[in-house]
């Protein structure tokens, strides 16, 4: 059950409050031992130095080293690499106060997260006493077709981050833990605009209207014609797409790279009204509005077959 909410601006002020919490968690549990945090490599968790710092993606650290210390990667759905450092960590007196990762990995590629791993990495949390955190800012609030994208992995974190969808183009993110991770005192963390009125009203009317309007069944229909649609565009351009991965209404279409650059379809979406975003690994995301209609999908899959005939 949730036990407390911190609220704030954007998802990398959500992330870094979550750092926060694991490093608090690490001094109260570790004994003197160094504390150390796990991410995942190809993740993204914000532009902040501690959410870069955990953000396994050396590209967006350029310029910027040296990061923060004390975060390890593992590589995504992979546990034996998770195994590994929990053990390397313990034969070097090092203690994992906490994971951070994505429950589908959004800027690294469109990567659904396998049940199986988040399953054994809920268990070696448990096992080692480390706090699990789910940075939910891009998975968050329905966009998987569940409301939230861990309710895809059949596990339960100890605290999750939002941001992006839970303010509906409003700026506000949040961070909401559990009972093992419920330790933050007042004046541990805190944020001039944190919490305040307008925003939160804003999330409310969000949630309320996924409610009214049974938003979570739409993401799921559409998201079922999407994937659809993208079949249909993987038969017929078999040269330019090399697969389709996606939860919900965020899809990606992997672009073959001796064909397409998904930069620069994405520029030609553009140029259609169409806005789709590149994510790493040459994919081409797409992430539509929760509210996006039957008639809408249609066009935007004319969209991007209009573009795909054009190479
Ligand atoms: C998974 C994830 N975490 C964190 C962030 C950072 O959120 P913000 O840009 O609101 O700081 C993003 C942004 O793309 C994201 O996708």
Same mark, same amino acid.
């Given at each position: 059950m949730l036990k407390a909410f911190f609220f704030c601006n954007s998802g990398a002020e959500a992330n870094e409050s979550a750092i926060k919490l694991i490093k608090k968690?690490? %001094? =109260?549990?570790?004994?003197?031992?160094?504390? =150390? =945090?796990? !991410? #995942?490599?190809?993740?993204? /968790?914000? *532009?902040?130095? @501690? @959410?870069?710092? #955990?953000t396994g993606q050396p590209k967006y650290q350029k310029?910027?080293?040296?990061?923060? &210390?004390?975060? &390890?990667?593992?590589?995504?759905?992979?546990?034996?690499? $998770?195994?590994?450092?929990?053990q390397d960590c313990?034969?070097?007196?090092? &203690?994992?106060?906490?994971?951070? $990762?994505?429950?589908?990995?959004?800027?690294?590629?469109?990567?659904?997260?396998? &049940? =199986?791993f988040f399953k054994s990495l809920r268990d070696i949390c448990d096992k080692y006493n480390a706090l699990l955190i789910l940075d939910e800012v891009q998975s968050g609030v329905a966009r998987t077709g569940k409301m939230w994208g861990y309710e895809n992995l059949g596990i339960e974190p100890d605290a999750f981050t939002l941001a992006k969808g839970l303010g509906g183009g409003h700026a506000i993110g949040a961070l909401l833990v559990k009972e093992k !991770? %419920?330790?933050?005192?007042?004046?541990? /963390? @805190?944020?001039?605009?944190g919490g305040n009125p307008f925003a939160c009203r804003a999330a409310l009317t969000v949630l309320e209207e996924i409610n009214r309007r049974n938003l979570i069944n739409n993401v799921y229909l559409r998201g079922e014609e999407l994937r659809a649609g993208f079949e249909g565009l993987s038969k017929k351009f078999p040269n330019i797409i090399n697969?389709?991965?996606?939860?919900?209404l965020i899809q990606g279409l992997v672009i073959n790279s001796n064909y397409a650059d !998904?930069?620069?379809?994405?520029?030609? #979406?553009?140029?259609?009204?169409?806005?789709?975003?590149? @994510?790493?690994?040459?994919?081409?995301?797409?992430?539509?509005?929760?509210?996006? +209609? *039957? *008639?809408?999908?249609?066009?935007?899959?004319?969209?991007?077959? +209009?573009i795909f005939e054009e190479f």
């Open positions: 968690f690490g %001094n =109260i549990t570790n004994q003197g031992k160094e504390s =150390i =945090i796990l !991410a #995942a490599e190809s993740s993204f /968790h914000g *532009r902040t130095l @501690a @959410a870069l710092s #955990a310029g910027f080293e040296p990061m923060m &210390k004390g975060f &390890k990667f593992f590589e995504f759905n992979n546990f034996d690499s $998770v195994k590994k450092l929990f313990e034969n070097n007196d090092q &203690k994992i106060s906490g994971v951070l $990762v994505e429950p589908i990995q959004g800027e690294g590629g469109v990567i659904p997260g396998s &049940k =199986i !991770a %419920n330790i933050f005192s007042p004046g541990d /963390h @805190a944020s001039t605009f697969g389709k991965r996606g939860l919900g !998904a930069k620069e379809i994405t520029v030609k #979406a553009f140029d259609k009204g169409l806005l789709v975003v590149p @994510a790493g690994g040459n994919v081409v995301r797409i992430v539509p509005p929760l509210v996006i +209609s *039957r *008639r809408e999908i249609n066009i935007l899959l004319d969209k991007l077959n +209009s």
